[in-house]
Structure formats: structure tokens, C-alpha cells
């Protein structure tokens, strides 16, 4: 068999997992092949076999169904794998999360009145088990009090129930403050029918807002997994979200960008794992495929899949 690179398009998902169907191995190659299944032994792909060495893979492969061997080389290997997007090649490496004294989530997409984040948390752990305590809420721009809308979160899936909302109740003096709405710390105090507003509004645009935690010192296990409510209602949450940390001594750095494209997000709990580089979830043999170096392969069964 010759190598040669195979480019595969597809969509822009988290993981990626494809699995070769097929290989090609000793298959006779036209009539003047001397590969053809009238040999004695070394017969090529595809033939008849009773015995290993009837085939030239030296691979006798029992049909499922009918018990039948049939020579077929079962094999593939393969060196190297990049993921590219709008021509260039993404870096699949792991940001390091060790050297970080703050942490924050961004807007990153437009907002289309204004953003509302009614609970924001920080995890040491992928799972989002181990919350990170300590920190001072910080944020790019806050409001004094809220505005008047102001849902309870705690409704069933964050559907909008009248009994249960805190909107203004009379237009008669004394007038609700909406005190409990505004300032970023209503977003890290515990209490879901509290919550932070920025500045911006009609639209918040994108990568412009933020609200985190400010730790003072590294973090040492870093930040692997966000938990976040936003506003129920979808012109006041964010499609995308994007995590930051803020390293020692520097500046801001991308960990990851979430697009709500398969999960609910708006009114509900989003539970977000920061990806730790590339996840080889079947194999950790397959890191072999991602390390730049075609000299080292990974060797797999067709219909392996490979998952990153």
C-alpha cells in the first residue's frame, strides 16, 4: 500500500470521530495482475480461504453471517491527522491553565438587548464537581439596579410562568428598585433570582461584555469547567460564549469558545467542559496521530473509530 493525505470536509462540531470502512490491501489490480484467486496460497483480497496462508494478507476472515473465509487485510495504519479551518491549521494543543489569577466569560455573539447572567460558577474539574471557592466578582461594565425584567429562573426549564415572575407588580408609588438586579455580584451570590446587567443594550455586541473572578493568585489545577444561567428569554442570553483566563503578569487568554448548537441554553443550567487539547476518547494511542511526526503511527482494526 502507497500513503498519500486524504482531506475530508465537515462542520464545525466539538469532537470529530471517523472510522475506516475500508482498506486497500492486496487487491488484484486488472487482468495482468499475478494477484488472482486461482492460487494455491497468496491469493489477493476478496477471495475464497480456508487457511491464513491462502491469502497473500495472510488473513483469513470469517464472513459473520455465513462462516465463509474470505482473504482480507484487516489492518490500517495511520500517521498523522490535522483539523484546518478556513485554510489554516487549528492548534489542537492544550492552553496551559496552571499560571492564571483570573478567570472570565465573554459575550461571543451579539446580544440582542442586553445580556443577563443570573449565575456564573468556576470548576477545578472537567465533570464541574470541584467548585473553585474565593475570588472577587469582576466585570467589564455593570448596572446600578435592573430594569423591570427580571425572570425566576427557578421555573421548570426556565419556561416562563406569570405566578412566578418579579416584574413590576404596581405602577403606583412606592415603585420596586429592582435593587437585586445590576451589579456583577449578583451573579456569583448563590441565588438564582439575582443577576448581573452590563451597561450595553440594543444589542450587546460581541466580545465586548464580561463578568469572572478574580483570584489574586494562580490557580494551580486551573479552570476546567463552567457552570452558567443566563436570561430566559434569548435576546437577553448568548449564543457563544467564550472563557478566559488571565495569566500572571499578562494578558487574557482564549481557553475555549462554547456555540450553544446542541444543548439549551437561556433559563437553564449550561454545563461547559473546557476541552484538555485534543480528547483521544477510544484510544490514547491514537495522541500518536496528533504528534507532528509521521514516523509514529497508530495501528487499528478497520472499523476502529478514531475520536478527537
Known amino acids: 500500500p502507497v500513503s498519500r493525505p486524504t482531506w475530508c470536509s465537515v462542520p464545525n462540531y466539538r469532537y470529530y470521530r471517523f472510522t475506516p470502512t475500508q482498506v486497500r490491501g492486496f487487491r488484484a489490480e486488472g487482468e495482468d495482475d499475478p494477484l488472482t484467486c486461482d492460487l494455491v496460497q497468496g491469493r489477493p483480497d476478496g477471495c475464497l480461504c480456508v487457511e491464513p496462508e491462502d491469502c497473500k494478507s495472510e488473513y483469513c476472515v470469517p464472513d459473520p453471517d455465513t462462516g465463509v473465509g474470505v482473504c482480507l487485510y484487516p489492518i490500517v495504519q495511520i500517521a498523522e491527522v490535522e483539523f484546518w479551518r478556513n485554510s489554516r491549521k487549528l492548534n489542537t494543543d492544550k492552553v496551559p491553565d496552571d499560571d492564571h489569577d483570573a478567570v472570565r466569560v465573554m459575550n461571543g455573539g451579539d446580544v440582542s438587548q442586553k445580556w443577563g447572567v443570573w449565575e456564573l460558577e468556576f470548576y477545578s474539574d472537567t465533570s464541574c464537581n470541584d467548585r473553585i471557592t474565593g475570588g472577587t466578582p469582576i466585570s467589564s461594565s455593570e448596572m446600578p439596579y435592573g430594569f423591570g425584567h427580571s425572570i425566576d429562573h427557578t421555573a ?36 438564582i433570582t439575582t443577576n448581573w446587567w452590563p451597561m450595553c443594550r440594543n444589542p450587546c455586541r460581541a466580545r465586548t461584555e464580561w463578568l469572572g473572578l478574580n483570584y489574586s493568585a494562580p490557580l494551580a489545577a486551573g479552570v476546567k469547567c463552567v457552570r452558567i444561567i443566563q436570561d430566559k428569554d434569548k435576546d437577553y442570553a448568548s449564543f457563544s460564549l467564550i472563557v478566559q483566563g488571565h495569566r500572571r503578569g499578562g494578558d487574557w487568554e ?55
Open 254 to 308: 482564549t481557553f475555549t469558545m462554547f456555540n450553544a448548537a446542541t444543548w439549551a441554553y437561556g433559563g437553564v443550567w449550561e454545563t461547559l467542559s473546557i476541552p484538555q487539547g485534543v480528547a483521544y476518547l477510544q484510544s490514547t494511542a491514537h495522541a500518536r496521530l496528533m504528534d507532528g511526526d509521521v514516523a509514529s503511527s497508530a495501528v487499528e482494526l478497520v472499523g476502529t473509530p478514531f475520536v478527537f
Open 156 to 191: 421548570p426549564l426556565g419556561q416562563h410562568e406569570t405566578p412566578r415572575t418579579y416584574w413590576q407588580a404596581t405602577h403606583e408609588p412606592p415603585l420596586e428598585g429592582f435593587e437585586l438586579h445590576g451589579p456583577v455580584r449578583y451573579a456569583f451570590d448563590g441565588d
